[in-house]
Each structure stands twice: as C-alpha cells, then as structure tokens.
C-alpha cells in the first residue's frame, strides 16, 4: 500500500469512528507527516559516498585557501569535513591525489560563473571583454581561489595543468564560434592555442596587478576594463567594424 493509500484509509476510518460519536484514539493515529516521511525513499549508499567525497573536495580547498598546500594535511581536511580520518583513503589513495582535484574543481565553478555572465553578449569583442569582466568579479567573490591556484603550479602541478587545459578548450571553443559567425578573421587553426595562451597571459597578469593581495581602486579596474575592450575590439574582432 502506497503512503497516499494508508492516508486516505487513515482519515476515512477517522471519518466512520466520529461518525458513530466515538472519540477517536489519536495516540495511535499517524500524522500525514509521519506517513509521508515513513515512505521516503532513502539515500543509497553511492548517493551517500559521493557527498562524503564532495565535502573531502569542499573542505580541501577551504583548507588549501587558508593554510596552502604545504599544511593542508589529512588530519585539518577530514575535520574540516566532520569526517573521520580513516575515512579519507576509502575517496583517495593519496593526499596529493585530493590536492590535484582543487585546481580542475575551481576551474569548473569559474568558467559557470563567467558563462552565467555572457549570456547577453551582443558578439565576440564583447563576449570577451564580459569575459575578463565575469573573471575579475569571480575572484572578488570567491578570494579563496587566489591562493588556490597561485600555490597551484608548484604544490598541485598535475591539478594545474588539468585547470589550465580546461580554461584553454573553453577559449578555443568561444574563438571557433567567432570564426564560424564571421566576427573573428586573420587567424588559422594553428594559430589559435597560441592566441589563447596570449589571452590567458593577459588575464592571469591583470589579476594578480589588480586583485592581489587584495582588490584596487574601483575606478582603475573601469579603466582597465574600458581599454580592454577597445584593445579587443581593434586588434583582435576588428572584422566587425
């Protein structure tokens, strides 16, 4: 019997019992409540070891963001996650292998962020210029990434070079759409992943002049912003003048 079918049976019989002028034994009634959570269905254990290896991922990078990578130990994580210690290796062989999925991770919610944030792009020049924008703005949210990934290419290399691929695909994607709509010319194919690299270049530089250690003047990052936009516009997509 379906938890909607021992309701209705519960509340008719309720219904008769009255009925008869009876007053009906409410200890021994179940509450719609009490139906309706007895028939849940309950979490699998998959369900359940991945939300155990999430939080090892979350509390990873709240650690690695306060005390680096160096004294992010096993210990600081799994109490970070409310998870005994030996339940780390039942998720991971190694602690290195957790450190290597920071950067990738990072670089996921980053690259969501900035999409979210292109959606009213009018073409490519200002799909690029939202761009850098959506990516300053990630990193004033979200401050933790900042020693995340500055520690990244020495402490986590393999998790870097994941990260980094993933950025550069997404970039090379963005550029090929730019070509198929006509916005973006002069360029081959091979040229492409170097132009992508000049990009990444640029905006690794920009972020570490204007957001670290901590954010500059308002009005300098307009600026910033401005200039990149004309300097995309002109150099880069100027095919759509």
Same mark, same amino acid.
Request: charged fraction near 30%; proline fraction near 3%.
């Given at each position: 019997?379906?938890?909607?079918?021992?309701?209705?049976?519960?509340?008719?019989?309720?219904?008769?019992?009255?009925?008869?002028?009876?007053?009906?034994?409410?200890?021994?009634?179940?509450?719609?409540?009490?139906?309706?959570?007895?028939?849940?269905?309950?979490?699998?254990?998959?369900?359940?070891?991945?939300?155990?290896?999430?939080?090892?991922?979350?509390?990873?990078?709240?650690?690695?963001?306060?005390? *680096?990578?160096?004294?992010?130990?096993?210990?600081?994580?799994?109490?970070?996650?409310?998870?005994?210690?030996?339940?780390?290796?039942?998720?991971?062989?190694? #602690?290195?292998?957790?450190?290597?999925?920071?950067?990738?991770?990072?670089?996921?919610?980053?690259?969501?962020?900035?999409?979210?944030?292109?959606?009213?792009?009018?073409? *490519?020049?200002?799909?690029?210029?939202?761009?850098?924008?959506?990516?300053?703005?990630?990193?004033?949210?979200?401050?933790?990434?900042? #020693?995340?990934?500055?520690?990244?290419?020495?402490?986590?290399?393999?998790?870097?070079?994941?990260?980094?691929?993933?950025?550069?695909?997404?970039?090379?994607?963005?550029?090929?759409?730019?070509?198929?709509? *006509?916005?973006?010319?002069?360029?081959?194919?091979?040229?492409?992943?170097?132009?992508?690299?000049?990009?990444?270049?640029?905006?690794? *530089?920009?972020?570490?002049?204007?957001?670290?250690?901590?954010?500059?003047?308002?009005?300098?990052?307009?600026?910033?912003?401005?200039?990149?936009?004309?300097?995309?516009?002109?150099?880069?997509?100027?095919?759509?003048?």
């Amino acid at each position: 019997m379906t938890a909607a079918s021992c309701l209705s049976v519960a509340f008719m019989g309720y219904a008769i019992y009255r009925s008869n002028g009876a007053e009906f034994p409410t200890s021994n009634v179940k509450t719609e409540h009490q139906i309706m959570r007895k028939a849940k269905v309950r979490r699998t254990r998959a369900e359940k070891s991945e939300d155990a290896r999430r939080a090892l991922i979350d509390a990873g990078t709240q650690v690695v963001s306060k005390y *680096g990578y160096t004294d992010a130990s096993i210990s600081r994580i799994t109490e970070k996650a409310n998870l005994a210690q030996g339940t780390f290796y039942n998720y991971f062989e190694t #602690r290195q292998d957790l450190l290597d999925i920071l950067p990738p991770n990072h670089g996921e919610i980053m690259r969501d962020h900035i999409r979210a944030n292109l959606a009213d792009a009018k073409n *490519g020049a200002d799909r690029e210029a939202k761009r850098l924008e959506a990516f300053f703005t990630f990193f004033e949210q979200n401050k933790y990434g900042a #020693r995340l990934m500055n520690e990244a290419p020495t402490l986590a290399p393999k998790g870097y070079e994941a990260f980094y691929a993933g950025v550069k695909e997404g970039y090379l994607r963005a550029l090929r759409a730019s070509i198929g709509k *006509g916005e973006l010319s002069g360029f081959s194919e091979d040229e492409l992943e170097p132009l992508v690299d000049i990009l990444i270049a640029i905006r690794t *530089g920009l972020a570490q002049r204007y957001l670290a250690p901590k954010p500059r003047d308002k009005r300098n990052q307009t600026a910033l912003l401005a200039t990149y936009r004309k300097l995309i516009e002109r150099a880069l997509f100027s095919s759509l003048k």
